[in-house]
């Protein structure tokens, strides 16, 4: 499958965004999907997961204002971003295949390429 993102942009502190991920083909076998982020100088981390059913997994950054939503019908995956903060500042990676280490760490097997958020103060 292949992952096409799209929606980043330039926003204002406290305004809103919503990316979406578009997959190229059925999505129903995927157990987890969702976004990434890496900030100038820092590491990758994940923002918001989805698993099949609904179940969703949301960094403590981001949690009560960010969502993720799946549409297996649509074969999308959105990021809705509000309260938009400078620090949410980096590229986002729509991602696929998502898997948890023992260590607290995550990663992913399949990656759309990353779309710019930028937030002014």
């Known amino acids: 499958v292949q992952l096409q993102a799209s929606g980043g942009g330039l926003v204002q502190a406290g305004g809103s965004l919503r990316l979406s991920c578009a997959a190229s083909r059925n999505i129903n076998s995927i157990h987890a999907m969702g976004w990434f982020r890496q900030a100038p100088g820092k590491q990758r981390e994940l923002v918001a997961a989805?698993?099949?059913?609904?179940?969703?997994n949301i960094a403590d950054a981001v949690k009560g204002r960010f969502t993720i939503s799946r549409d297996d019908a649509k074969i999308t995956v959105d990021l809705e971003m509000r309260s938009l903060k400078p620090e949410d500042t980096a590229v986002h990676y729509c991602a696929a295949e998502l898997y948890w280490d023992d260590y607290g760490g995550s990663g992913a097997n399949i990656w759309g390429q990353g779309t710019q958020v930028t937030v002014s103060s």
């Open positions: 989805v698993i099949r059913g609904g179940l969703t």
